[in-house]
């Protein structure tokens, strides 16, 4: 219970710090000179002293919002195993229970954006829950297929076993990774699907959606997104590199589980700043095609699984 | 006292609450306010009656009523009272909301309403209950017969009456099959009474038969593909509470015939019984889901809501039946539990959204979803308890509707252990299917909810719209109550569940769920799967409650109320948000190939500029009309010989009647 609750403290803690690595790579490579590695606790410390501007006809589903957004962030933070699998609450949500966490959020974010009424507001809310329709059965079927080959959809088991046994190669797992990579861009709003530094302007998915928010809100709302990316690679690195994890009862594990962690988040960090570098927005009704692709590779991993490894 | 006769009782006292209700002639204030409070009692009794039966061994009874030699058999077992137990549940629900949504409005005479409102009521319960065919097909009509009369209410309506006569021509091709499937199930012995069916041995290819005869004659009723057509049509037509009466509950009784005769009379026999089942089903709900999200009518967005629903109970019956053809009975019980706990849960759920447009419908007089919005501010009540329907019917946790579909992904996964390689490489598709149908439903969802009840008035009348009154919140709130109920504790419902499955497929979740305590929801074993709902509030709730302490704790700054900002423009309007037009737009961009879209974009240079677009069902061109053009032309040949002059019709008769002596001599 004492692993969960570090874990679940670590996942909030670090998550600003995984989002100001990826900025910091991101101006490195394009020639930027980079911010400092904390500043996005500085905007989170900025914000949380501001006072809250509501709008005039703001409802109360509209002040909830973030708390609950940032609520479910938090769960699933402490769901995904990051440095340990010996998780009390991941037996109280499998893979399935964590797409629809996901979704939770989501829905409200969403709801909250048409709250008010605004033109942005709408459109933001109308394009995250299309891209989220399509997303949401790809994620799920990149999940399936380590389900189907661990015969568990509880994700501590999946990691478990991965780790655990000899080095087996799974074909059908590369499939799902570069499925879960293309969601992975999709759902936390960054390069080629939405643009994380675009603000108002008329290609925005996310931005637009948090428009209306102000102060304390507006930090919970960017604090779980930066949650949501960082939890997004954790399931990454659970499903497709989970060597290097603290087993149950394996205290002495911890540390060097903390520091594979660390190097395996700056990696995929530094990868993700590189692709989003390469790519260029595109524009949003090519997005069903991006993810089009993602669903119908996550289908082919599937198949690939019966076909080759069953 | 034998539940039989409690639940011959509530059917006499619903019958007879018809007939007073239909004889006094009261105002129609005073007429509502006493009749339909007091037939929820009913309700409240059957459900009480379900809960009790599910655990009781089958009580069966022949009724003296009914022809000299053909006697009414009824008989209540496990499966019948789970059905009961959800009529009884959502039926109390609607039966006090109709006590306050019928004391105005224009439309029919209450009387008449009265009396076939609870008509409809008896007539499902006899329905669940009928031992033989005989018995369930005067149920089945009776009950066709009184939804469609229901249907009809505000019957000067042209386009109303259109509706209803689409819903009983569907309803009679249907009664047709089903009869039709009776009759081959007696091969010949003339004994009408389940029991003897169930003894019937029928060759395969006439168990086929009968299979897909109940198929196509249950899927009338519940609205399977593509015998959907009259659901979108007469759901918007009908009363708020009848439409959640119909769609709660009357397209359950569907369900529950089908599985009465594939499982309990036909004893699934082939596997590939289950295969059709599951394509129409997940078919059903694919198209259901892409038609909710282009539709702008508020009904009709529930009605095609209710299609994908009805799908995905059928794509787990269907999955259930393959399971239980193979003899792998614990996972046929698995996906039997996803399918008979989402047809409970969307009875609760589709009633509480439909109840909730019936209160919409009243306080604004709209139903399209283009002249609604921001009626969170005026509606609270209807609001907060629509947000629960709507999120659990979006799936999302820890609501009800994620239970079901939690189960029906995981008996899903567990089907590589079929012995078919090639139902192994299909079902994985089907799988995906699901999954895109699932989060279909959630872009429908938001958009249903955020076009009613969010923004900014789309109309200057919605200023005056009011909140619903205590009848309607305390029906609402018991529906509200029962999804969050059923999604924090969906054990103790499946433990409740189990001698159905016991009854259906021979065997029972109880030992897996016996494993762990009631939180937690496993799927076959613990180690394969669980979920626990409670846990997962509890997390939220206290991370909220924790992370707004310490907020105010460490960050106590203020808040203040300013006008939004609109950009530097000038004056925000509700007409710049986005219509439930704009809304549904990217889904009719994305699935084009599915939909009949015709759509006028007014050019940018146009001083009155009016958009126009129409959604057609292809189903209507591609099967229908065909069907109508044939007979059409067949009458056109046949009215050759017609002629409306007695002489000629008297000349036939003789022609006839030498032709016939001819024979004879």
Known sequence: MLLQLIQGLLAAALAPLVLGWLNQCRAWLQNRTAPSLLQPYRVLRKLLRKEVVLAVNASWLFRLAPYIVFACMVLAGSIVPLIATDLPFALAADVIALVGLFALARVFMALAAMDVGTAFGSLGSRREMLIAALAEPALLMVFFTPALISQSTALTTIVDQFSNGALQLYPSMAFAAIAFVMVLLAENARIPVDNPSTHLELTMVHEAMILEYSGRHLALMDWAHALKLTVYMAIGIALFLPWGVAHPHEWLGLPLALVALAAKLALFGAGLALLETLAAKMRIFKVPEFLGMAFMLAVLGMLVHFLVEA | ??????????????????????????????????????????????????????????????????????????????????????????????????????????????????????????????????????????????????????????????????????????????????????????????????????????????????????????????????????????????????????????????????????????????????????????????????????????????????????????????????????????????????????????????????????????????????????????????????????????????????????????????????????????????????????????????????????????????????????????????????????GLAPVLVLRALDPVFQQLVGAGLRDSLAQSNWTFLTAVAPEHASYNPVVFLLVIVAVILLGAMALRRWFPSGRRRAATWDCGFGKLDARMQDTAEGYGQPIKQIFQAFLRLERHHPSPFDLHPRYHSRIEDPVWEALYAPVARAVRRLSGIVGVVQHGRIAIYLVYSFVTLLLLLALIL
């Open chain 2, 1 to 486: 006292m034998p539940l039989l006769d409690l639940i011959l009782a509530v059917v006499v006292y619903w019958i007879a609450l018809g007939a007073i209700g239909a004889a006094l002639p009261l105002e129609r204030a005073i007429h509502a306010r006493v009749f339909f409070p007091i037939s929820a009692l009913g309700g409240l009794l059957l459900t009480t009656v379900g809960l009790a039966g599910l655990g009781n061994w089958p009580q069966a009874a022949v009724l003296g009523l009914g022809l000299p030699d053909l006697p009414f058999h009824v008989r209540v077992d496990p499966l019948s009272s789970f059905f009961l137990l959800l009529l009884g549940a959502a039926g109390t629900a609607v039966s006090v909301f109709s006590a306050e949504y019928f004391q105005r409005g224009g439309g029919g005479d209450i009387r008449l309403i009265c009396l076939q409102y609870h008509v409809f009521l008896a007539a499902m319960t006899m329905v669940l209950v009928a031992d033989d065919a005989y018995l369930f097909m005067v149920a089945w009509e009776t009950m066709a017969l009184a939804s469609y009369f229901l249907v009809i209410t505000d019957h000067r309506v042209a386009e109303i009456r259109r509706a209803g006569f689409i819903y009983l021509l569907v309803a009679h091709l249907g009664a047709i099959a089903i009869l039709l499937a009776f009759g081959l199930l007696q091969i010949g012995q003339w004994e009408y009474t389940f029991e003897a069916m169930r003894n019937a041995v029928l060759s395969p290819g006439w168990a086929a038969a009968v299979f897909l005869l109940a198929l196509v004659g249950f899927g009338a009723k519940a609205g399977f593909l593509p015998l959907h057509v009259w659901l979108p049509e007469a759901h918007p037509a009908a009363p708020s509470p009848v439409s959640a009466l119909m769609s709660g509950v009357m397209l359950k009784t569907a369900i529950y015939g089908f599985l009465r005769v594939s499982f309990d009379l036909l004893q699934a026999q082939a596997w590939w019984w289950g295969v059709v089942a599951l394509a129409v089903g997940l078919a059903t709900a694919f198209y259901g889901a892409v038609f909710a999200a282009v539709q702008n009518d508020m009904k009709r967005l529930l009605a095609y809501s209710s299609i994908e629903n009805i799908g995905i109970v059928l794509a787990g019956a269907g999955l259930a039946l393959v399971f239980h053809a193979y003899g792998m009975n614990l996972l046929a019980a698995l996906a039997l539990a996803a399918t008979l706990l989402h047809c409970l849960n969307h009875a609760l759920f589709k009633t509480l959204l439909f109840l909730a447009t019936g209160a919409v419908m009243h306080a604004t007089q709209q139903r399209s979803l283009g002249k609604l919005g921001g009626l969170i501010r005026r509606m609270p009540w209807v609001a907060a308890l629509a947000l629960i329907g709507t999120l659990a019917i979006a799936g999302l946790p820890p609501l009800n509707g994620f239970v079901s579909e939690w189960l029906l992904f995981q008996s899903f996964l567990l089907s590589p252990g079929l012995p078919n390689s090639y139902l192994n490489m299909f079902i994985p598709i089907g799988t995906a299917l699901l999954a895109l149908v699932v989060a279909l439903s959630g872009y429908v969802m938001v958009k249903f909810f955020g076009t009613v009840f969010l923004g900014l008035p789309r109309e200057e009348s919605l200023h005056e719209a009011h909140d619903v009154g205590l009848a309607g919140r305390i029906a609402m709130g018991w529906l509200a109550l029962w999804c969050v109920l059923i």
